[in-house]
């Protein structure tokens, strides 16, 4: 596969993933969300589920295919990870600038949060893409894996007792609140938090999981359809073993499983082969710009999607006698006289999801791509 342009189905998928992403971050009401438009309470596995560890697998792949093209024109591996470790830590900081926005509370300071998971699962792929072999990333990838499943199911917790997978005496949220205590969930008080430190070590090998495949599509003596299939193949093999792995380690998005990463990860392969079957080979474009919008500036989508969250729940003004915020305004007036309640969540979701759409498809008319 030739690897001087961009794939224009990974732009699609990261596209899709993202837009996906801005749909259910934001809903007119959590309590009025359609089931698979919400994460799991704990246990399971939703559509939602899927889409953060879908980025995860495309930055993967991404890793692979940008570095091969840098490589390939001379640039060496110590200015890579200098780079890297630039745009890592960029992320990285506009994490904590949306978690502090737009009141700079720091007395409530959330460290984690989804482009500091990002950031560090980059970062670590990486340095493992530039440094270990294609065997050794493989093994990294096991050792994760099975490594996590061992702390978090046989290692007793510290101070707790026996090992155990309960929301707030896991082991992961333990070694959480020992390294960032009063730094955790809202407003930093959280026992827990879904985007801890001891819980990116397997979102790690989801980003592995990309950057695997993205080796096999840079296969020379293997033809794109024969990628395709191998691609599905291997992704189906995940998600069988995910889902036998899941009756012994339970598949818990909120503390990253392994089992969750297997299976999630081998649904992400299958929709991004099929992505590559009709968008690459099949070179059907049609519908699919806006996607391709999202796709090429996607960081930045979300990172005004997280502003845009943050600044219409803010209450700014009266609405017969009551202060109230532009999203409260707009779903519990507007939309829930016309809507039921949950037609009503989802509408306002769309609604906010197209607001930053017509950004972010300006940017892609005039072909201006931010990078970090």
């Not at 969300?33 to 596995?45: D, F, K, M, N, S």
């Not at 270990?132 to 493989?138: M, N, T």
């Not at 309960?166 to 020992?178: E, G, I, S, V, Y």
Request: with cysteine; glycine share 6%.
């Amino acid at each position: 596969m030739k690897t001087n342009h961009r794939l224009a189905s990974l732009d699609f998928f990261r596209g899709a993933t993202v837009a996906a992403m801005i749909i259910v971050n934001d809903p007119g009401s959590y309590e009025t969300t359609y089931p698979q438009l919400a994460h799991a309470v704990w246990e399971g596995c939703t559509a939602t589920d899927l889409i953060f560890p879908f980025f995860l697998f495309i930055v993967g792949v991404s890793i692979t295919l940008a570095f091969e093209r840098a490589i390939l024109k001379g640039n060496s591996k110590k200015r890579l990870l200098a780079k890297v470790f630039k745009r890592g830590g960029i992320i990285f900081l506009l994490g904590l600038f949306l978690n502090l926005f737009p009141f700079f509370d720091f007395s409530a300071f959330r460290i984690p949060g989804v482009l500091q998971r990002i950031a560090l699962v980059y970062v670590f792929c990486s340095i493992l893409y530039l440094y270990a072999g294609k065997r050794a990333q493989l093994i990294w990838f096991c050792a994760l894996l099975v490594g996590y499943y061992v702390i978090l199911t046989f290692i007793p917790v510290p101070q707790v007792g026996a090992a155990n997978l309960n929301p707030t005496n896991n082991f992961a949220a333990w070694f959480d609140r020992l390294i960032l205590n009063g730094f955790l969930g809202r407003n930093g008080s959280a026992q827990f938090d879904t985007t801890g430190i001891f819980s990116t070590i397997p979102a790690i090998a989801s980003g592995l999981t990309g950057v695997l495949v993205g080796h096999l599509l840079l296969v020379k003596k293997k033809n794109q359809p024969t990628k395709v299939i191998w691609i599905v193949i291997a992704g189906n093999v995940l998600m069988l073993i995910g889902w036998l792995w899941s009756l012994e380690f339970p598949m818990i998005k909120r503390i990253w499983t392994s089992s969750y990463v297997l299976y999630s990860s081998g649904i992400a392969m299958v929709c991004f082969a099929i992505s590559l079957w009709f968008i690459d080979i099949l070179k059907y474009k049609k519908l699919i710009k806006p996607f391709l919008a999202f796709g090429v500036n996607a960081l930045i989508a979300y990172f005004i999607s997280g502003l845009l969250v943050k600044l219409t729940s803010i209450d700014i003004f009266m609405y017969r006698g009551d202060i109230t915020s532009v999203k409260e305004w707009l779903f519990s007036v507007v939309l829930s006289s016309v809507l039921n309640p949950y037609n009503a969540s989802l509408a306002y979701a769309l609604l906010n999801t197209s607001v930053i759409f017509l950004l972010i498809w300006r940017l892609y008319r005039k072909g201006i791509v931010i990078k970090v």
